[in-house]
DNA sequence: CGGCGTATTGATACACATCAATGATTGTGG
DNA sequence: CCACAATCATTGATGTGTATCAATACGCCG
């Protein structure tokens, strides 16, 4: 059989669960709906009821909090090949929005197809389970450097994380280069600085040989000089696990 | 029926969740191992492969994310009534710590137990699911405030935020009140400032008069000014939820 | 009583914010 | 294809919130 666009998804739930052959024809088997999505769009808003999940394909998607006076913090990153928002379908009243960050597609699948075919295969439940709390790690290790590491060191921390999760999607060039297509404000977004402040630390970092960031593509140069900086350890991206069986 | 000591973790889980007669008393017959636990104790290590989780009855028990030079930040709390871990279940090898905080009972259920009922009862998986994703909501809130607020309006949001959840919790008393016993240096490391700084934030909220913070007792003076200095929205909390059935 | 964690306070240093201005890009409609 | 606008990147000057260092005082427990 060939590979559909849910493949990608299977995958994704390969990497840290068992699926038996019926339930990923189950995953397979899914209704969605292929999207482009331009930049700059609020794909889901704060306070929206949800009724949809979105699987990234290409592109780039943003998880954002937000305080009354318009002050934006990027929360959570979504890379090609992750769903962005999978755990609104055990929760659909977000308190977050999603932003389209660049010219995506996606695949939109509904909750109700989720949820149900959760309640059919608890293996499956518990793969999507599995799949949110692996992004709480990680929602985790961001609040820890947001708080307790200067500016060089979050962005260093930034790369090495995005060159772990592209080089699981397949996106990573052998010569540790990405395309990762955000402006600079977006970036201070995610580090929790100005977008003054961000663009000297990314200038720093270049003029330190450590890594080329444009616009579009991020260029590593020294990695194992940015994991000193950041003081990098992967494991809490769950990316390399020995597959938990799917019930204890 | 007399309510067991799991009754409260019933309750939790109706708090967002429909659960059938059948399904309450499957939860209701889980077993469990009562456990008084001291201060200053690591429940759990960074890095362990767990096997159980805790539903704290009395006490406080904290997350800890943790840097090589031994730097702490506190990533989330629990209070009575509320599971610690229950995401560990899903993923058990941890990249957090969780930590003692003060003296607290709390009720130990293996993870083979809580994904066996999950398994059986997918109403009941679905449920411990959306138990987490309220947890990646307030983990939300948090990497904002950290990063965007000024440490007074910090410390605000964490009191108006910790009155919500202990009056949820009915721990709260009629004069705004509860305890809440930590050291200013762990309420430094909720905030991500030094403990210095904890303390003069601390010292000007309470000669502003806005709240007295010892370390035992947290005493709320002025609840909407500190609404308004924390800019402060319980949503988030997810604690006034409509019930949403258990399959969409 | 002595010892140790905790709280408090002051002096100083620095990372980052803020304000402001100028280039560089990108996009868009005439 | 150019002109214009809008967004984004870059840089300097200055201000401020918080860290750091250091000392003292307090409270609890053995």
Do not use: N
């Given at each position: 059989m060939s590979a559909g666009p849910l493949q990608k998804l299977v995958d994704r739930l390969l990497l840290r669960s068992v699926l038996s052959d019926e339930e990923q024809q189950a995953v397979l088997s899914l209704p969605c709906l292929e999207m482009d999505l331009s930049?700059?769009?609020?794909?889901?808003?704060?306070?929206?009821?949800?009724?949809?999940?979105?699987?990234?394909?290409?592109?780039?998607i943003g998880r954002f909090s937000q305080g009354r006076d318009g002050v934006r913090q990027i929360v959570a990153l979504h890379i090609p090949g992750e769903m962005a928002d999978l755990c609104l379908v055990a929760l659909p009243k977000t308190s977050w929005a999603f932003h389209v960050l660049s010219p995506s597609?996606?695949?939109?699948?509904?909750?109700?197809?989720?949820?149900?075919?959760?309640?059919?295969?608890?293996?499956?439940?518990?793969?999507?389970?599995?799949?949110?709390?692996?992004?709480?790690?990680?929602?985790?290790?961001?609040?820890?450097?947001?708080?307790?590491?200067?500016?060089?060191?979050?962005?260093?921390?930034?790369?090495?994380?995005?060159?772990?999760?592209y080089?699981?999607?397949?996106?990573?060039?052998?010569?540790?280069?990405?395309?990762?297509?955000?402006?600079?404000?977006?970036?201070?977004?995610?580090?929790?600085?100005?977008?003054?402040h961000a663009n000297r630390t990314i200038r720093s970092l270049r003029e330190r040989g450590f890594a080329i960031i444009t616009g579009t593509l991020v260029r590593l140069l020294d990695v194992?000089?940015?994991?000193?900086?950041?003081?990098?350890?992967?494991?809490?991206?769950?990316?390399?696990?020995?597959?938990?069986?799917t019930v204890a």
């Open positions: 930049a700059k769009r609020d794909l889901i808003a704060i306070g929206d009821r949800t009724e949809a999940s979105y699987f990234v394909q290409t592109g780039l597609t996606v695949l939109k699948i509904s909750h109700a197809d989720l949820a149900a075919i959760g309640d059919r295969y608890p293996g499956i439940a518990l793969a999507f389970w599995r799949d949110c709390v692996a992004d709480m790690a990680v929602m985790s290790e961001w609040i820890f450097g947001i708080a307790r590491r200067p500016a060089e060191a979050k962005l260093a921390h930034l790369l090495c994380e995005l060159r772990c999760r080089k699981q999607a397949g996106l990573l060039t052998t010569d540790d280069s990405f395309t990762f297509p955000v402006t600079q404000m977006q970036i201070a977004e995610v580090l929790g600085v100005t977008s003054v194992p000089g940015l994991i000193r900086l950041a003081d990098f350890d992967a494991s809490y991206l769950h990316l390399d696990e020995r597959k938990v069986s």
